[in-house]
């Protein structure tokens, strides 16, 4: 089993960034390709960006391409999101997830372990 938690999150004011973590319980972490989902109150989760297994492999939502970037270190077992320039629209809870594939994939359902989530507020 693979446990993630996520932290990071916090207020900012729009074009400030902010850099989330999620640390995963165990060394098999290298084995999983990781995501990122955000996801509003009422609102279905949206995927945010994903990486595959290495890190050789990125995709990110058009939204906020060139402004995030996603990464993963195998050593201390954790995947990274880092935002800068944030907008408003990316406020909401931040989820990280792992699945048993080597490139990341855009499907929620497709992700088998998920973090609690860190809440992100982008406001003046």
């Known amino acids: 089993q693979l446990q993630l938690v996520e932290s990071g999150g916090g207020l900012v004011q729009p074009g400030g960034s902010l850099r989330l973590a999620c640390a995963a319980s165990?060394?098999?972490?290298?084995?999983?390709?990781m995501g990122w989902f955000r996801q509003v109150p009422g609102k279905e989760r949206e995927f945010v960006s994903c990486?595959?297994?290495?890190?050789?492999?990125?995709n990110y939502v058009d939204s906020v391409k060139g402004r995030f970037t996603i990464s993963r270190d195998d050593v201390e077992n954790s995947v990274y999101l880092q935002m800068n320039s944030l907008k408003p629209e990316d406020t909401g809870v931040y989820y990280c997830a792992a699945a048993d594939m080597g490139v990341g994939t855009l499907a929620a359902d497709e992700y088998d372990y998920w973090g609690q989530g860190t809440q992100v507020t982008v406001s003046s």
């Open positions: 165990s060394s098999t972490f290298e084995h999983y390709s």
């Open positions: 990486i595959s297994t290495g890190g050789d492999i990125t």
